[in-house]
Protein backbone atom coordinates (compact mmCIF):
# COMPACT_ATOMS: atom_id res chain seq x y z
CA UNK A 1 0.00 0.00 0.00
CA UNK A 2 0.84 3.50 -0.80
CA UNK A 3 1.98 5.58 2.35
CA UNK A 4 2.30 9.25 2.63
CA UNK A 5 -0.91 10.09 0.30
CA UNK A 6 -1.12 13.92 -0.51
CA UNK A 7 -4.67 15.03 -0.56
CA UNK A 8 -5.97 18.49 -1.53
CA UNK A 9 -9.56 20.43 -1.30
CA UNK A 10 -12.54 19.67 -3.65
CA UNK A 11 -16.20 20.36 -4.46
CA UNK A 12 -16.60 16.86 -2.74
CA UNK A 13 -13.77 17.04 0.01
CA UNK A 14 -10.13 15.73 0.00
CA UNK A 15 -9.23 13.76 -2.39
CA UNK A 16 -6.11 12.72 -3.07
CA UNK A 17 -3.89 14.74 -5.70
CA UNK A 18 -3.33 12.42 -8.50
CA UNK A 19 -7.36 11.94 -8.59
CA UNK A 20 -9.86 14.12 -10.19
CA UNK A 21 -13.80 15.06 -9.87
CA UNK A 22 -15.75 14.23 -12.84
CA UNK A 23 -19.61 14.16 -13.67
CA UNK A 24 -20.93 11.31 -14.28
CA UNK A 25 -22.66 12.77 -17.24
CA UNK A 26 -19.29 13.33 -18.54
CA UNK A 27 -18.11 9.68 -18.54
CA UNK A 28 -20.80 8.08 -20.15
CA UNK A 29 -24.54 7.96 -20.79
CA UNK A 30 -27.40 8.45 -18.19
CA UNK A 31 -30.76 7.73 -19.76
CA UNK A 32 -34.23 6.70 -18.61
CA UNK A 33 -35.63 3.13 -19.75
CA UNK A 34 -37.94 2.76 -22.45
CA UNK A 35 -40.84 1.44 -21.11
CA UNK A 36 -42.58 -1.60 -22.78
CA UNK A 37 -45.79 -3.28 -22.14
CA UNK A 38 -45.58 -5.95 -18.99
CA UNK A 39 -45.99 -9.71 -19.56
CA UNK A 40 -46.13 -12.36 -16.91
CA UNK A 41 -43.93 -14.43 -19.00
CA UNK A 42 -41.55 -14.04 -21.80
CA UNK A 43 -37.79 -13.91 -23.07
CA UNK A 44 -36.39 -11.10 -20.81
CA UNK A 45 -36.31 -9.60 -17.71
CA UNK A 46 -37.81 -5.77 -17.31
CA UNK A 47 -36.44 -3.91 -14.35
CA UNK A 48 -37.39 -1.15 -12.16
CA UNK A 49 -36.98 0.61 -9.65
CA UNK A 50 -37.84 -1.98 -6.68
CA UNK A 51 -36.94 -5.06 -8.55
CA UNK A 52 -38.27 -7.76 -11.23
CA UNK A 53 -41.57 -5.88 -12.48
CA UNK A 54 -42.17 -8.65 -14.89
CA UNK A 55 -41.11 -10.53 -18.58
CA UNK A 56 -41.47 -8.63 -22.35
CA UNK A 57 -40.01 -10.20 -25.68
CA UNK A 58 -38.70 -7.24 -26.76
CA UNK A 59 -35.41 -5.86 -24.98
CA UNK A 60 -33.07 -3.18 -24.01
CA UNK A 61 -29.39 -2.89 -26.10
CA UNK A 62 -26.89 -5.48 -24.74
CA UNK A 63 -24.61 -3.59 -22.85
CA UNK A 64 -23.46 -3.30 -19.46
CA UNK A 65 -25.36 -1.17 -17.40
CA UNK A 66 -25.68 0.58 -14.11
CA UNK A 67 -29.36 1.46 -12.97
CA UNK A 68 -31.10 3.03 -10.17
CA UNK A 69 -34.56 4.02 -8.98
CA UNK A 70 -35.86 7.33 -10.44
CA UNK A 71 -38.97 6.22 -8.98
CA UNK A 72 -39.49 4.47 -5.52
CA UNK A 73 -35.79 2.89 -3.59
CA UNK A 74 -33.12 5.50 -3.94
CA UNK A 75 -30.12 4.74 -4.35
CA UNK A 76 -30.58 1.13 -5.57
CA UNK A 77 -27.45 0.75 -7.68
CA UNK A 78 -27.37 -2.20 -9.54
CA UNK A 79 -24.44 -3.63 -12.56
CA UNK A 80 -25.54 -5.33 -14.74
CA UNK A 81 -23.54 -8.59 -16.75
CA UNK A 82 -24.56 -8.22 -20.32
CA UNK A 83 -28.25 -9.81 -19.85
CA UNK A 84 -30.53 -8.98 -22.30
CA UNK A 85 -32.92 -6.65 -19.84
CA UNK A 86 -35.92 -4.32 -20.73
CA UNK A 87 -35.93 -1.38 -18.47
CA UNK A 88 -38.94 0.62 -17.02
CA UNK A 89 -39.63 3.94 -17.84
CA UNK A 90 -39.42 4.92 -13.88
CA UNK A 91 -35.72 3.88 -13.87
CA UNK A 92 -32.45 5.97 -14.97
CA UNK A 93 -29.35 4.35 -16.08
CA UNK A 94 -25.94 4.51 -17.09
CA UNK A 95 -23.87 2.67 -19.85
CA UNK A 96 -20.07 3.47 -21.06
CA UNK A 97 -18.42 1.22 -23.50
CA UNK A 98 -15.27 1.44 -21.33
CA UNK A 99 -16.36 -1.67 -18.63
CA UNK A 100 -13.72 -1.11 -16.29
CA UNK A 101 -14.87 2.64 -15.73
CA UNK A 102 -18.30 1.48 -15.34
CA UNK A 103 -17.25 -0.80 -12.62
CA UNK A 104 -15.52 1.60 -10.51
CA UNK A 105 -18.22 4.05 -10.86
CA UNK A 106 -20.31 0.92 -9.65
CA UNK A 107 -18.51 1.04 -6.45
CA UNK A 108 -18.27 4.63 -6.31
CA UNK A 109 -22.18 4.47 -6.32
CA UNK A 110 -22.63 2.17 -3.89
CA UNK A 111 -21.35 4.47 -1.22
CA UNK A 112 -23.31 7.62 -1.45
CA UNK A 113 -26.01 8.11 -0.30
CA UNK A 114 -28.66 9.37 -3.03
CA UNK A 115 -31.56 10.45 -0.36
CA UNK A 116 -30.58 14.35 -0.75
CA UNK A 117 -30.95 14.17 -4.49
CA UNK A 118 -34.31 13.24 -3.60
CA UNK A 119 -37.10 15.97 -4.98
CA UNK A 120 -40.26 13.72 -4.81
CA UNK A 121 -42.98 14.43 -2.31
CA UNK A 122 -44.76 11.86 -1.53
CA UNK A 123 -42.76 9.31 -3.79
CA UNK A 124 -38.90 9.54 -3.68
CA UNK A 125 -37.59 10.91 -6.89
CA UNK A 126 -34.24 11.62 -8.84
CA UNK A 127 -33.88 13.80 -11.68
CA UNK A 128 -31.58 12.67 -14.69
CA UNK A 129 -30.62 15.99 -15.11
CA UNK A 130 -29.08 15.93 -11.18
CA UNK A 131 -27.96 12.51 -11.94
CA UNK A 132 -26.15 13.52 -14.63
CA UNK A 133 -24.54 16.39 -12.54
CA UNK A 134 -23.38 14.00 -9.54
CA UNK A 135 -19.44 14.44 -9.25
CA UNK A 136 -17.42 11.75 -8.06
CA UNK A 137 -14.09 11.33 -7.71
CA UNK A 138 -11.80 8.79 -9.52
CA UNK A 139 -8.20 8.54 -10.35
CA UNK A 140 -6.19 9.66 -13.19
CA UNK A 141 -4.18 6.48 -13.44
CA UNK A 142 -6.36 3.79 -15.19
CA UNK A 143 -3.82 1.62 -13.08
CA UNK A 144 -5.10 2.12 -9.82
CA UNK A 145 -8.81 2.31 -11.00
CA UNK A 146 -8.20 -1.63 -12.23
CA UNK A 147 -6.38 -2.64 -8.97
CA UNK A 148 -9.33 -0.79 -6.97
CA UNK A 149 -12.11 -2.67 -9.05
CA UNK A 150 -10.32 -6.07 -8.74
CA UNK A 151 -10.13 -5.79 -5.75
CA UNK A 152 -13.80 -5.52 -4.63
CA UNK A 153 -15.02 -7.63 -7.40
CA UNK A 154 -12.91 -10.24 -6.29
CA UNK A 155 -14.56 -9.99 -3.24
CA UNK A 156 -18.07 -9.57 -4.75
CA UNK A 157 -17.40 -12.58 -7.12
CA UNK A 158 -16.25 -15.07 -4.11
CA UNK A 159 -19.75 -13.82 -2.16
CA UNK A 160 -21.73 -14.40 -5.18
CA UNK A 161 -19.94 -17.81 -5.79
CA UNK A 162 -20.39 -18.74 -2.41
CA UNK A 163 -24.58 -18.12 -2.19
CA UNK A 164 -24.96 -20.29 -5.21
CA UNK A 165 -23.06 -22.96 -3.73
CA UNK A 166 -25.50 -22.19 -1.12
CA UNK A 167 -28.63 -22.66 -3.29
CA UNK A 168 -26.74 -25.89 -4.87
CA UNK A 169 -26.89 -27.20 -1.94
CA UNK A 170 -30.17 -26.52 -1.05
CA UNK A 171 -31.20 -28.18 -4.37
CA UNK A 172 -29.33 -30.87 -3.70
CA UNK A 173 -31.27 -31.31 -0.13
CA UNK A 174 -33.88 -31.32 -1.86
CA UNK A 175 -33.23 -33.86 -4.49
CA UNK A 176 -32.30 -36.42 -1.50
CA UNK A 177 -35.35 -35.88 -0.02
CA UNK A 178 -37.58 -36.19 -3.14
CA UNK A 179 -35.13 -39.42 -3.56
CA UNK A 180 -35.78 -41.13 -0.42
CA UNK A 181 -39.78 -40.51 0.60
CA UNK A 182 -40.87 -39.74 -2.77
CA UNK A 183 -39.00 -42.11 -4.97
CA UNK A 184 -38.88 -44.51 -2.27
CA UNK A 185 -34.47 -45.09 -3.02
CA UNK A 186 -33.21 -44.33 0.95
CA UNK A 187 -30.62 -46.59 1.71
CA UNK A 188 -31.04 -49.92 2.65
CA UNK A 189 -29.51 -52.19 5.54
CA UNK A 190 -26.58 -52.55 2.70
CA UNK A 191 -26.61 -48.60 1.80
CA UNK A 192 -28.43 -49.83 -1.53
CA UNK A 193 -31.49 -47.65 -2.81
CA UNK A 194 -34.37 -49.57 -1.20
CA UNK A 195 -37.11 -49.92 -4.05
CA UNK A 196 -34.52 -50.48 -6.90
CA UNK A 197 -32.87 -53.01 -4.74
CA UNK A 198 -35.50 -55.28 -4.46
CA UNK A 199 -37.07 -53.40 -0.98
CA UNK A 200 -40.17 -55.04 -0.15
CA UNK A 201 -43.16 -53.01 -1.03
CA UNK A 202 -46.96 -53.30 0.38
CA UNK A 203 -49.98 -52.00 -1.61
CA UNK A 204 -51.66 -49.60 0.21
CA UNK A 205 -55.42 -49.33 -0.97
CA UNK A 206 -56.30 -46.11 0.12
CA UNK A 207 -53.30 -44.81 -2.07
CA UNK A 208 -54.06 -47.33 -5.20
CA UNK A 209 -50.11 -48.02 -5.28
CA UNK A 210 -47.47 -50.11 -3.63
CA UNK A 211 -45.54 -48.14 -0.69
CA UNK A 212 -42.46 -49.39 1.16
CA UNK A 213 -43.27 -52.31 4.21
CA UNK A 214 -43.33 -50.73 7.52
CA UNK A 215 -44.52 -47.03 5.86
CA UNK A 216 -48.28 -46.19 6.53
CA UNK A 217 -50.65 -43.75 4.85
CA UNK A 218 -51.71 -41.81 7.89
CA UNK A 219 -51.99 -37.77 9.21
CA UNK A 220 -50.36 -35.12 10.69
CA UNK A 221 -51.55 -35.61 14.13
CA UNK A 222 -49.14 -39.09 14.01
CA UNK A 223 -46.18 -36.55 14.42
CA UNK A 224 -46.99 -33.57 15.63
CA UNK A 225 -48.22 -32.21 19.27
CA UNK A 226 -49.70 -28.63 19.83
CA UNK A 227 -47.44 -26.28 22.72
CA UNK A 228 -49.15 -23.82 24.70
CA UNK A 229 -46.58 -22.95 27.42
CA UNK A 230 -46.30 -19.56 28.30
CA UNK A 231 -43.24 -17.27 28.72
CA UNK A 232 -43.98 -15.53 31.69
CA UNK A 233 -41.08 -13.66 32.89
CA UNK A 234 -38.42 -15.28 31.04
CA UNK A 235 -36.04 -13.91 28.66
CA UNK A 236 -37.17 -15.30 25.35
CA UNK A 237 -35.84 -14.07 21.85
CA UNK A 238 -39.68 -12.81 20.10
CA UNK A 239 -39.51 -14.80 16.71
CA UNK A 240 -42.00 -14.53 13.42
CA UNK A 241 -42.62 -16.84 10.77
CA UNK A 242 -41.50 -16.28 7.17
CA UNK A 243 -41.96 -17.75 3.68
CA UNK A 244 -38.79 -19.54 3.26
CA UNK A 245 -39.84 -21.74 6.01
CA UNK A 246 -37.68 -20.37 9.07
CA UNK A 247 -38.63 -18.68 12.61
CA UNK A 248 -36.43 -15.10 12.52
CA UNK A 249 -36.28 -12.97 15.08
CA UNK A 250 -38.52 -10.35 14.69
CA UNK A 251 -36.45 -7.55 15.22
CA UNK A 252 -34.19 -8.80 11.93
CA UNK A 253 -37.35 -8.93 9.61
CA UNK A 254 -39.67 -6.40 10.32
CA UNK A 255 -38.09 -2.60 9.66
CA UNK A 256 -40.08 -1.77 13.22
CA UNK A 257 -40.78 -3.15 16.15
CA UNK A 258 -44.42 -5.35 15.84
CA UNK A 259 -44.36 -6.99 19.48
CA UNK A 260 -45.06 -6.08 22.69
CA UNK A 261 -43.49 -5.02 25.58
CA UNK A 262 -44.11 -7.49 28.08
CA UNK A 263 -44.48 -10.71 26.37
CA UNK A 264 -45.22 -12.86 29.62
CA UNK A 265 -47.93 -14.03 27.60
CA UNK A 266 -46.41 -15.25 24.33
CA UNK A 267 -45.76 -18.97 23.88
CA UNK A 268 -42.38 -20.79 24.30
CA UNK A 269 -40.79 -22.10 21.08
CA UNK A 270 -38.19 -24.30 21.05
CA UNK A 271 -35.21 -25.87 19.08
CA UNK A 272 -36.75 -27.87 16.61
CA UNK A 273 -40.67 -26.50 17.77
CA UNK A 274 -42.36 -25.29 14.79
CA UNK A 275 -44.97 -22.04 15.09
CA UNK A 276 -47.38 -20.29 12.41
CA UNK A 277 -49.89 -17.79 12.27
CA UNK A 278 -53.26 -19.42 11.60
CA UNK A 279 -54.24 -15.97 10.20
CA UNK A 280 -51.04 -16.15 7.29
CA UNK A 281 -50.85 -20.03 6.91
CA UNK A 282 -52.25 -19.31 3.28
CA UNK A 283 -49.32 -18.04 1.98
CA UNK A 284 -46.54 -20.60 3.76
CA UNK A 285 -45.66 -18.70 6.53
CA UNK A 286 -44.69 -21.98 8.88
CA UNK A 287 -41.39 -21.70 10.81
CA UNK A 288 -39.12 -24.09 12.05
CA UNK A 289 -36.74 -22.91 14.89
CA UNK A 290 -33.32 -24.70 14.20
CA UNK A 291 -31.14 -22.24 16.59
CA UNK A 292 -30.69 -23.91 20.31
CA UNK A 293 -32.19 -20.75 21.81
CA UNK A 294 -35.40 -20.13 23.76
CA UNK A 295 -37.74 -18.25 21.61
CA UNK A 296 -41.18 -16.27 21.87
CA UNK A 297 -44.19 -15.97 19.25
CA UNK A 298 -47.19 -14.26 19.76
CA UNK A 299 -50.48 -15.76 21.42
CA UNK A 300 -52.23 -16.05 18.25
CA UNK A 301 -49.38 -18.46 16.68
CA UNK A 302 -50.02 -22.64 16.95
CA UNK A 303 -47.01 -24.02 18.51
CA UNK A 304 -46.22 -27.48 18.03
CA UNK A 305 -43.64 -30.04 18.29
CA UNK A 306 -42.44 -33.35 16.48
CA UNK A 307 -41.98 -36.95 17.45
CA UNK A 308 -39.31 -39.56 17.11
CA UNK A 309 -37.06 -36.95 15.01
CA UNK A 310 -39.51 -35.82 12.37
CA UNK A 311 -38.41 -32.13 12.26
CA UNK A 312 -36.44 -32.13 9.35
CA UNK A 313 -39.00 -34.81 7.53
CA UNK A 314 -41.91 -32.48 8.01
CA UNK A 315 -39.97 -29.25 7.17
CA UNK A 316 -39.29 -30.87 3.78
CA UNK A 317 -42.62 -32.02 4.00
CA UNK A 318 -44.94 -29.15 3.93
CA UNK A 319 -43.45 -27.55 1.40
CA UNK A 320 -44.52 -30.25 -1.26
CA UNK A 321 -47.15 -29.12 -3.70
CA UNK A 322 -49.73 -31.96 -1.80
CA UNK A 323 -49.39 -30.11 1.75
CA UNK A 324 -49.80 -26.92 0.04
CA UNK A 325 -53.19 -27.87 -1.52
CA UNK A 326 -54.43 -29.73 1.28
CA UNK A 327 -53.47 -26.70 3.34
CA UNK A 328 -55.63 -24.48 1.34
CA UNK A 329 -58.45 -27.24 1.25
CA UNK A 330 -58.29 -27.13 5.10
CA UNK A 331 -58.47 -22.94 5.35
CA UNK A 332 -61.79 -21.45 6.92
CA UNK A 333 -62.82 -17.86 6.30
CA UNK A 334 -63.77 -15.91 3.16
CA UNK A 335 -61.68 -12.68 4.25
CA UNK A 336 -58.71 -14.34 5.53
CA UNK A 337 -58.13 -17.86 5.52
CA UNK A 338 -57.51 -19.42 9.04
CA UNK A 339 -56.35 -23.17 9.98
CA UNK A 340 -55.86 -23.78 13.54
CA UNK A 341 -54.40 -26.46 14.88
CA UNK A 342 -57.41 -28.77 14.88
CA UNK A 343 -57.49 -28.15 11.14
CA UNK A 344 -54.17 -28.80 10.49
CA UNK A 345 -53.24 -31.95 11.85
CA UNK A 346 -55.24 -33.36 9.76
CA UNK A 347 -53.63 -33.08 6.57
CA UNK A 348 -52.69 -36.09 5.54
CA UNK A 349 -49.13 -37.68 4.36
CA UNK A 350 -47.09 -40.72 4.10
CA UNK A 351 -45.21 -41.52 6.97
CA UNK A 352 -41.83 -43.45 6.73
CA UNK A 353 -40.16 -45.97 9.57
CA UNK A 354 -39.57 -44.03 12.47
CA UNK A 355 -35.10 -45.11 11.92
CA UNK A 356 -35.56 -43.08 8.54
CA UNK A 357 -36.10 -40.17 10.26
CA UNK A 358 -32.74 -40.22 12.16
CA UNK A 359 -30.99 -41.74 9.26
CA UNK A 360 -31.88 -38.97 6.66
CA UNK A 361 -31.31 -36.40 9.75
CA UNK A 362 -28.06 -37.07 10.46
CA UNK A 363 -27.17 -36.69 6.52
CA UNK A 364 -29.23 -33.31 6.44
CA UNK A 365 -27.70 -32.03 9.38
CA UNK A 366 -24.37 -32.19 7.44
CA UNK A 367 -25.71 -30.74 4.76
CA UNK A 368 -26.81 -27.69 7.13
CA UNK A 369 -23.31 -27.39 8.82
CA UNK A 370 -21.57 -26.63 5.31
CA UNK A 371 -24.18 -24.27 4.10
CA UNK A 372 -23.64 -22.56 7.69
CA UNK A 373 -20.18 -22.46 7.35
CA UNK A 374 -20.69 -21.11 4.01
CA UNK A 375 -23.17 -17.82 5.11
CA UNK A 376 -20.27 -17.55 7.76
CA UNK A 377 -17.78 -16.83 5.01
CA UNK A 378 -20.09 -14.80 3.06
CA UNK A 379 -20.87 -12.66 6.34
CA UNK A 380 -16.75 -12.20 6.64
CA UNK A 381 -16.53 -11.50 2.92
CA UNK A 382 -18.98 -8.86 2.87
CA UNK A 383 -17.82 -6.92 5.97
CA UNK A 384 -14.33 -6.71 4.72
CA UNK A 385 -16.03 -5.63 1.47
CA UNK A 386 -18.00 -2.78 3.41
CA UNK A 387 -15.08 -2.00 5.43
CA UNK A 388 -13.30 -1.28 2.06
CA UNK A 389 -15.45 -0.09 -0.52
CA UNK A 390 -15.51 3.12 1.17
CA UNK A 391 -11.54 3.82 1.90
CA UNK A 392 -10.62 2.90 -1.32
CA UNK A 393 -13.31 4.13 -2.99
CA UNK A 394 -11.99 7.99 -1.08
CA UNK A 395 -8.43 7.12 -1.70
CA UNK A 396 -7.43 6.68 2.46
CA UNK A 397 -6.56 3.11 1.34
CA UNK A 398 -4.40 3.27 -1.78
CA UNK A 399 -3.66 0.30 -3.46
CA UNK A 400 0.24 -0.97 -4.88
CA UNK A 401 0.64 -0.29 -8.34
CA UNK A 402 3.47 -1.01 -11.29
CA UNK A 403 5.90 1.12 -11.73
CA UNK A 404 4.90 1.53 -15.19
CA UNK A 405 1.46 4.26 -15.98
CA UNK A 406 -0.54 3.01 -18.74
CA UNK A 407 -2.72 5.46 -18.44
Given amino acids: MKDS ?24 EVRTGKGTKILISGKYQIIGSNGLLGYTDDYLEDKDLIYTGRVGTIGKINYQKRDKIWLSD ?9 LNLLKFIYYFLRKINFSYLNVGSTQPLVKQSDFKELKLAIPKNKNEQSTIVKILSSLDD ?34 KPYKSSGGEMVYNEELGKEI ?14 EKRIKIGNRKAQVLSAIKTGELMHS ?7 VYSINI ?40 F ?39 FK ?8 EDLFTTYNYFYEKLLSYQEFIKKEIDTLSQIRDLLLPKLMSGKIRVPLEEKDND
Fill in 346 to 353: RIRLLIPS
Fill in 251 to 257: EDFFTKK
Fill in 264 to 303: SKYLEVNRFDFAYNPARINIGSIGLLKKNILGAVSPVYVV
Fill in 5 to 28: TRFKETEIGMIPEDWEVRKLGTLG
Fill in 212 to 225: PKGWKWGALSDLIE
Fill in 158 to 191: KIELNRKMNKTLEEIGQAIFKHWFVDFEFPNEQG
Fill in 305 to 343: SCKNNSHYFIEKMLKQNSIKNQIIQFCSGTVRQILDFGG
Fill in 90 to 98: NVLYFTTNN
